[in-house]
T-cell receptor, first 115, second 111 residues
Framework: AQSVTQLDSHVSVSEGTPVLLRCNYSSSYSPSLFWYVQHPNKGLQLLLKYTSAATLVKGINGFEAEFKKSETSFHLTKPSAHMSDAAEYFCVVSPYGSNDYKLSFGAGTTVTVRA | DAGITQSPRYKITETGRQVTLMCHQTWSHSYMFWYRQDLGHGLRLIYYSAAADITDKGEVPDGYVVSRSKTENFPLTLESATRSQTSVYFC??????????FGPGTRLTVT
């Protein structure tokens, strides 16, 4: 069994300040973890992925996430928010190495960026 | 261009009609998926396919039919559309089942 909890349903930041989106997971298998971003009326775009390699993962658009097994966390950060970062973000867990292809999605965190 | 496309992007249909949503990917990914996204429910898996001619049910398959005769195409058919099937539908594909890339979505309204 696996699940994802995104700890904040909404995050508001000022442009140029850091962004932190928190995600905790549980998984019976060694997990693969992903962050997706969804802009309004658009599809989901893969930001970054962790698949049992380096624990600090760098993604697109300046985002990065750190896998912490002891804390079962996979928080997403960006040093300096841009207006274009306003979107909904989903943390996703997949049971890497199993035959179960069902991704477990977090409920999403809506990010607003103030000018 | 390489990628995953969905058509149509917007569709309005009447209750009881059959409607087919198309999904096409140019990456030659083995795995393809259909999801629906609804407020309050997030993304839910409808069907998935591990390869051509291999499909399996996801979380919410009732009322939907899929086929996959070619690796690159994975159409989703609503045999007799109902209002509860009004949703945004996303197709995804991936080289492995656990890594998925999403299409732009189809917004379907059933009146």
């Amino acid at each position: 069994a696996q699940s994802v909890t995104q700890l904040d349903s909404h995050v508001s930041v000022s442009e140029g300040t850091p962004v932190l989106l928190r995600c905790n997971y549980s998984s019976s298998y060694s997990p693969s973890l992903f962050w997706y971003v969804q802009h309004p009326n658009k599809g989901l775009q893969l930001l970054l992925k962790y698949t049992s390699a380096a624990t600090l993962v760098k993604g697109i658009n300046g985002f990065e996430a750190e896998f912490k097994k002891s804390e079962t966390s996979f928080h997403l950060t960006k040093p300096s928010a841009h207006m274009s970062d306003a979107a909904e973000y989903f943390c996703v867990v997949s049971p890497y190495g199993s035959n179960d292809y069902k991704l477990s999605f977090g409920a999403g965190t809506t990010v607003t960026v103030r000018a | 261009d390489a990628g995953i496309t969905q058509s149509p992007r917007y569709k309005i249909t009447e209750t009881g009609r059959q409607v087919t949503l198309m999904c096409h990917q140019t990456w030659s990914h083995s795995y393809m998926f259909w999801y629906r996204q609804d407020l309050g429910h997030g993304l839910r898996l409808i069907y998935y396919s591990a390869a051509a001619d291999i499909t399996d049910k996801g979380e919410v398959p009732d009322g939907y039919v899929v086929s996959r005769s070619k690796t690159e195409n994975f159409p989703l058919t609503l045999e007799s559309a109902t209002r509860s099937q009004t949703s945004v539908y996303f197709c995804a594909s991936g080289p492995q089942g656990y890594e998925q890339y999403f299409g732009p979505g189809t917004r379907l309204t059933v009146t």
